[in-house]
């Protein structure tokens, strides 16, 4: 492979070329929030919900919380809590090195910069259809199957394709990232989020789909738009994108590149292509998570090794620098757990959503579902699980809904609006600190860049559950 494609491929963070700007480590941000968590242990009450099981999960009973003595977090605890939460988050940190792992395979057989240009080829001068294309494909991925981790697998695929036809590196991730948030954010049939809150609300599954609809299309085009508009901005002035690491030069590259698919090549995008297919019937038929999306795509490192015709040495020392190349993103996953850790072990959690579903009680259904939809939006900084998010939340938003005169399902579409915005820009969030460490994009950059959206679709999501609550919002 030519040094040239193998700089574009390459998942090393961003190097900074430009005028120096204001930023902030993200490790050294969530380490402040820890140490933020931990005093909070301290001053607030503590409390509890009792747990159950309902329906094969468990969950919490919203007619049982109960203050406790406090249990306030010291110096050591709040330090062990960082260990803590790389354990709990053990499943995704080895799955994204598994996926560095895997590329680094992947881009030793020569394959990415083979496929990359032979498709900016085939692309030239219709490059403005493939952010549409490939930002449906994620958003009806993430929409009806829940793809979100399994997304990470594209982004240093569509990175080096996006600068090939003259964007960026921050195009190729959101046409991924973005992609698969508008998905989660209006979530038709998504069983993970949507799916499992209407039968914790005790609604039928994937009731008031055509409303979400609705809304998925308007969402979907406005991100299409946010991310084309940049794009294009990038197309007619180089010097406006954010390469991280790359350059114009590069670019240009990938485009004259004398690189052919082969014979290999296609065999090995074949078995790609297999595996993809196998991944979407394994978690549609038998519910499939990461630890076997992960044993997957370590059958395909294998598979691609041997179809690439790569030595044992080779195969392992690729895999290994694949899987080193993301061990900073993987880091901060255990770290962000940690504040989540923290907050549980001195039980304030279960007291905020007990307060504000008090303050509810005492406020008009009119601002109660706006009160409702912030609430969920500034939970999901902690609980960055969409699966995880509706568990705790919706066994207090639903009874408390009828209460308050709101339709469940209108708190079902607060909780869907609130995981789908947070996905994109809290750094707590595991899928999208992986994929800025894949794209070596820092999360300040990210932040500052997608902002605009975020106001955009928060906006949007205050309509809509405001439209919910007039119209009667419920099961159809």
Do not use: C
Request: hydrophobic fraction near 55%.
């Amino acid at each position: 492979m030519s040094q040239v494609s193998e700089k574009a491929v390459s998942f090393e963070p961003e190097e900074k070329k430009e005028k120096k700007e204001w930023k902030i480590n993200v490790f050294a941000m969530l380490l402040v929030l820890l140490v933020i968590a931990a005093v909070i242990t301290h001053i607030l009450p503590a409390g509890k919900y009792e747990q159950i099981e309902k329906n094969g999960y468990t969950t919490v009973d919203p007619n049982s919380f109960k203050w406790i003595a406090s249990t306030p977090l010291g110096f050591f605890d709040t330090v062990k809590s960082i260990p803590t939460g790389m354990v709990e988050a053990a499943n995704i940190i080895f799955f994204i090195l598994i996926i560095g792992g895997f590329f680094g395979v992947l881009k030793a057989s020569g394959t990415v910069e083979a496929l990359v240009s032979t498709m900016a080829k085939k692309l030239a001068n219709r490059e403005k259809l493939m952010i549409p294309i490939i930002m449906l494909f994620f958003a009806l991925g993430g929409s009806l199957m829940g793809m979100a981790e399994e997304a990470l697998v594209y982004v240093p695929l569509f990175i080096p394709l996006a600068l090939a036809v003259g964007f960026d590196t921050i195009t190729g991730t959101a046409m991924v990232l973005v992609g698969a948030s508008v998905g989660f954010t209006t979530a038709i049939m998504n069983p993970f989020t949507v799916g499992l809150a209407q039968g914790i609300a005790g609604l039928p599954m994937y009731s008031g789909m055509g409303f979400r609809l609705v809304l998925f299309v308007v969402i979907y085009v406005i991100a299409v738009t946010f991310v084309y508009r940049h794009a294009m901005k990038v197309k007619r002035d180089p010097a406006s994108g954010i390469y991280g690491k790359f350059d114009t030069n590069e670019q240009d590259s990938l485009l004259t590149a004398k690189v052919e698919l082969t014979k290999r090549h296609k065999w090995i995008l074949t078995a790609f292509l297999i595996n993809y297919i196998i991944l979407v019937f394994g978690v549609i038929k038998y519910e499939w998570y990461i630890k076997e999306i992960a044993a997957l795509f370590i059958i395909l490192t294998i598979i691609i090794a041997i179809l690439g015709k790569i030595s044992l040495d080779d195969t392992v020392e690729s895999f290994t620098q694949g899987s080193a190349s993301l061990i900073g993103g993987a880091l901060i996953i255990g770290v962000s757990r940690a504040i989540l850790v923290v907050l549980n072990q001195g039980h304030i959690i279960d007291p905020l959503l007990y307060q504000v579903s008090e303050e509810m009680k005492h406020v008009s259904p009119f601002l109660s579902v706006v009160g409702m939809y912030n609430f969920q939006v500034a939970i999901h900084f902690i609980l960055a699980s969409g699966s995880g998010h509706a568990m705790l939340t919706m066994p207090i938003m639903a009874p408390l809904a009828d209460l308050l005169d709101i339709t469940r399902q209108t708190a079902v579409l607060s909780f869907s609006f609130a995981d789908g915005i947070g996905n994109i820009i809290f750094p707590t969030g595991g899928t999208l600190m992986a994929g800025l460490a894949i794209a070596g994009i820092s999360w300040t950059r990210w932040a500052r860049w997608i902002l605009p959206l975020i106001l955009i679709e928060y906006s949007i999501g205050l309509i809509a559950v405001i439209i919910a609550h007039l119209i009667g919002y419920g099961p159809s």
